[in-house]
Nanobody, 119 residues
Framework: QVQLVESGGGSVQVGGSLRLSCVAVSRSRYNMGWFRQAPGKEREEVASTTISGGLTSYADSVKGRFTISRDNAKNTIYLQINSAKPEDTAVYYC??????????????WGQGTPVTVSS
């Protein structure tokens, strides 16, 4: 397992932008991604990327608005949220996996960082 430390959550207005960060405290590399869970709803995969960053995957609901990226020199992945919508309000979780797609098996979860989109 790897320790994942998220940051960057907070409040943003509709149409605004926010960037989430997740540091993996590990010497190993993992496929990584972001999930989110809104109140009363199941956790859903938002975006993911392979170890090299060469492959990315996005949920249909965020395509064109969210961008996942990684800096392996810093062991960090990012989620850039643009054109935020109220339905993006959720707790966002960083995830690490030795599998691809990562949803097949999550090896480690972060503690979660809340994002609130208000009008």
């Amino acid at each position: 397992q790897v320790q994942l430390v998220e940051s960057g959550g907070g409040s943003v207005q509709v149409g605004g932008s926010l960037r989430l960060s997740c540091v993996a405290v590990s010497r190993s590399r993992y496929n990584m991604g972001w999930f989110r869970q809104a109140p009363g709803k199941e956790r859903e995969e938002v975006a993911s990327t392979t170890i090299s960053g060469g492959l990315t995957s996005y949920a249909d609901s965020v395509k064109g608005r969210f961008t996942i990226s990684r800096d392996n020199a810093k062991n960090t992945i990012y989620l850039q949220i643009n054109s935020a919508k109220p339905e993006d309000t959720a707790v966002y979780y960083c995830a690490a996996s030795n599998s691809w797609p990562i949803r097949n098996r999550i090896d480690s979860w972060g503690q979660g960082t809340p994002v609130t989109v208000s009008s």
